[in-house]
């Protein structure tokens, strides 16, 4: 049997800064939800060693890990082959592709264009500063958004039915903290509302921020990359959208840990039934109970819609394309191209997703018509998939200004929701110093 290099890690390396650059391919990768998952790409990356007689070594870290190292390693001029995490697209992609420091994956993405949602291409169609010139400077992978989650089984006990949960912006979120969870509470219940982390150490405030901004029809930056924030009528619509994502948590209707969640510490206190509803990029909560709990999975817990925006019409969802890169300095480029070509064929990349139990959403339209999308019985994978196919989509702000990826590097939103929860400052002040602060960065 050929030699497979697997290196799991957690928050300990068991590599070194530089990598292992004795194998034909290096792999850094941000470790999955399950246990399923990470096999699924291990079962690839054996497949691309059986098929090339070449060597590859894998290694998983945990999220936020996984960043932390290629940031070194590129420091060092010695990143890997390829790597993947859940952050790239939203706060390095853009600048390190203006940067020149991408490999251009043009000639493994053009072969397969045709299968790609026009969307997903754009996300990775970057310009390169140095050149001038725009090419594919990523390989789109999966796409998500913030789902909502909520415990049904609570939601009856305290004495409510699906029937009953609102299906406006304000009045949904409200009916939990006035309405069901006091109700619970009467009945001995320690338990909070609502899952709304506004810490600085998780990504996840971010993009739930940019679906409150979507509620309120605030544009902060403008298709041709011009920023709006300090525009009167744009920056009453981001104080109201503020206004409504704070006020859960100045009510004490969130775990009062929230404001210094990490990594995936929401999904556990949504799990421990700390909060009746959680907000997550994917499909992660439910599908960690679907193996060993699947009445939980089936029964107790929901996924839903967004509710309406403040307009009464459906809310935007948020799409945030997760990519794979390569970079200049990879010691092995035509490797990783050739991994990349396995992998993002349909016929490969289209049952990975589904054996993941579809916490992922597939970028090509193909894969999304699939019966086990289009046509599912899962409550949750069904929910899923209405939310992409029936709700209005844009993309994050970056994708019209790559300088506002900076904001996402500085966690500028989190910040200015602190300044409200824990400095006590007005939200049009926080909104003040948060548009100061962004218009710097973007005339970098």
Same mark, same amino acid.
Request: charged residues 20%.
């Given at each position: 049997?050929?030699?497979?290099?697997?290196?799991?890690? $957690?928050?300990?390396?068991?590599?070194?800064?530089?990598?292992?650059?004795?194998?034909?391919?290096?792999?850094?990768?941000?470790?999955?939800? $399950?246990? %399923?998952?990470?096999?699924?790409?291990?079962?690839?990356?054996?497949?691309?060693?059986? *098929?090339?007689?070449?060597?590859?070594?894998?290694?998983?870290?945990?999220?936020?890990?996984?960043?932390?190292?290629?940031?070194?390693?590129?420091?060092?001029?010695?990143?890997?082959?390829?790597?993947?995490?859940?952050?790239?697209?939203?706060?390095?992609?853009?600048?390190?592709?203006?940067?020149?420091?991408?490999?251009?994956?043009?000639? =493994?993405?053009? @072969? #397969?264009?045709?299968?790609?949602?026009?969307?997903?291409?754009?996300?990775?169609?970057?310009?390169?500063?140095?050149?001038?010139?725009?090419?594919?400077?990523?390989?789109?992978?999966?796409?998500?958004?913030?789902?909502?989650?909520?415990?049904?089984?609570?939601?009856?006990?305290?004495?409510?039915?699906?029937?009953?949960?609102?299906?406006?912006?304000? @009045?949904?979120?409200?009916?939990?903290?006035?309405?069901?969870?006091?109700?619970?509470?009467?009945?001995?219940?320690?338990?909070?509302?609502?899952?709304?982390?506004?810490?600085?150490?998780?990504?996840?405030?971010?993009?739930?921020?940019?679906?409150?901004?979507?509620?309120?029809?605030?544009?902060?930056?403008?298709?041709?990359?011009?920023?709006?924030?300090?525009?009167? *009528?744009?920056?009453?619509? %981001?104080?109201?959208?503020?206004?409504?994502?704070?006020?859960?948590?100045?009510?004490?209707?969130? @775990?009062?840990?929230?404001?210094?969640?990490?990594?995936?510490?929401?999904?556990?206190?949504?799990?421990?039934?700390?909060?009746?509803?959680?907000?997550?990029?994917?499909?992660?909560?439910?599908?960690?109970?679907?193996?060993?709990?699947?009445?939980?999975?089936?029964?107790?817990?929901?996924? #839903? @819609?967004? &509710?309406?925006?403040?307009?009464?019409?459906?809310?935007?969802?948020?799409?945030? #394309?997760?990519?794979?890169?390569?970079?200049?300095?990879?010691?092995?480029?035509?490797?990783?191209?050739?991994?990349?070509?396995?992998?993002?064929?349909?016929?490969?990349?289209?049952?990975?997703?589904?054996?993941?139990?579809?916490?992922?959403?597939? #970028?090509? &339209?193909?894969?999304?018509?699939?019966?086990?999308?289009?046509?599912?019985?899962?409550?949750? =994978?069904?929910?899923?998939?209405?939310?992409?196919?029936?709700?209005?989509?844009?993309?994050?702000?970056?994708?019209?200004?790559?300088?506002?990826?900076?904001?996402?590097? *500085?966690?500028?939103?989190?910040?200015?929701?602190?300044?409200?929860?824990?400095?006590?400052?007005?939200?049009?002040?926080?909104?003040? *110093?948060?548009?100061?602060?962004?218009?710097?960065?973007?005339?970098?």
């Amino acid at each position: 049997m050929r030699r497979l290099g697997l290196i799991l890690s $957690t928050a300990v390396m068991l590599v070194g800064t530089t990598g292992a650059l004795a194998a034909d391919l290096t792999i850094w990768w941000t470790k999955g939800t $399950t246990e %399923v998952e990470d096999n699924t790409l291990k079962d690839i990356v054996a497949r691309w060693e059986k *098929e090339t007689g070449k060597t590859a070594e894998l290694s998983f870290y945990a999220t936020g890990d996984t960043e932390a190292k290629v940031l070194t390693a590129l420091k060092a001029g010695s990143p890997p082959d390829l790597t993947f995490d859940f952050g790239f697209d939203l706060a390095y992609t853009p600048t390190w592709a203006f940067e020149d420091q991408l490999a251009d994956l043009t000639s =493994v993405i053009e @072969p #397969v264009k045709a299968e790609f949602q026009q969307g997903a291409l754009d996300s990775v169609y970057l310009l390169n500063g140095a050149t001038g010139q725009r090419a594919y400077y990523a390989a789109p992978w999966v796409q998500m958004t913030p789902h909502v989650h909520y415990w049904k089984d609570m939601l009856e006990t305290a004495g409510f039915g699906e029937a009953d949960l609102p299906k406006d912006w304000q @009045p949904f979120w409200d009916f939990w903290c006035d309405a069901v969870a006091p109700a619970l509470r009467d009945k001995g219940e320690r338990v909070y509302g609502i899952g709304q982390g506004s810490s600085t150490t998780s990504n996840d405030p971010y993009l739930i921020m940019h679906i409150y901004l979507n509620a309120f029809g605030a544009q902060v930056v403008a298709p041709d990359g011009t920023l709006q924030i300090s525009q009167p *009528e744009t920056r009453e619509k %981001v104080i109201a959208a503020l206004n409504s994502y704070v006020k859960p948590i100045k009510a004490g209707c969130v @775990p009062p840990d929230a404001v210094n969640w990490g990594g995936a510490d929401d999904n556990t206190s949504f799990l421990n039934r700390k909060n009746l509803v959680a907000m997550n990029p994917t499909l992660s909560i439910p599908l960690s109970q679907k193996a060993d709990n699947p009445d939980v999975y089936a029964n107790a817990l929901r996924t #839903v @819609p967004w &509710p309406n925006g403040a307009d009464g019409a459906p809310t935007p969802t948020i799409i945030s #394309v997760k990519q794979i890169l390569s970079f200049k300095a990879s010691p092995n480029p035509d490797n990783a191209k050739s991994f990349l070509a396995l992998l993002l064929k349909p016929e490969t990349i289209g049952p990975m997703l589904q054996a993941n139990g579809g916490r992922w959403v597939p #970028v090509m &339209p193909k894969l999304l018509a699939d019966p086990f999308y289009s046509q599912s019985t899962d409550p949750h =994978v069904a929910a899923m998939y209405k939310q992409f196919t029936e709700s209005a989509t844009t993309p994050l702000p970056h994708t019209y200004n790559r300088l506002y990826a900076k904001v996402m590097q *500085e966690q500028l939103w989190q910040k200015a929701m602190g300044r409200i929860v824990i400095d006590g400052w007005e939200t049009d002040k926080a909104v003040d *110093e948060l548009a100061e602060r962004m218009t710097a960065l973007l005339a970098e």
